[in-house]
Nanobody
């Protein structure tokens, strides 16, 4: 079984920083694209930042210049450094990974989600 586990969320004052981590575990052959999404109460889930296996990144306009996405392929881990946090960044943050897993001599390509970590920014 493949699992994605996020950590690093919490409560922070506006202007503060948090660093989220997403660790993938299980019978993983290769992780392709990864991304961070967030969902605020009453709103749709939205892409925050994405990163390809070779490190190419893209960001939502609302977080450009404040958030930095990175990954460590050797550790199957992705990070999101969030600086200059604003109250509007308050949401549940989810990691997503497009990966190849293996089982019984076969490979499977699937899209996986973590369970989410809560970020709350007070004004």
């Amino acid at each position: 079984q493949v699992q994605l586990v996020e950590s690093g969320g919490g409560l922070v004052q506006a202007g503060g920083s948090l660093r989220l981590s997403c660790a993938a575990s299980g019978k993983i052959f290769k992780i392709n694209d990864m991304g961070w999404y967030r969902q605020a109460p009453g709103k749709q889930r939205e892409l925050v930042a994405a990163i390809t296996r070779n490190g190419s990144t893209n960001y939502a306009d609302s977080v450009k210049g404040r958030f930095t996405i990175s990954r460590d392929n050797a550790k199957n881990t992705m990070y999101l450094q969030m600086n200059s946090l604003k109250p509007e960044d308050t949401a549940a943050y989810y990691c997503n990974a497009d990966l190849l897993s293996y089982s019984g001599g076969l490979y499977y390509k699937n899209d996986y989600w973590g369970q989410g970590t809560q970020v709350a920014v007070s004004s």
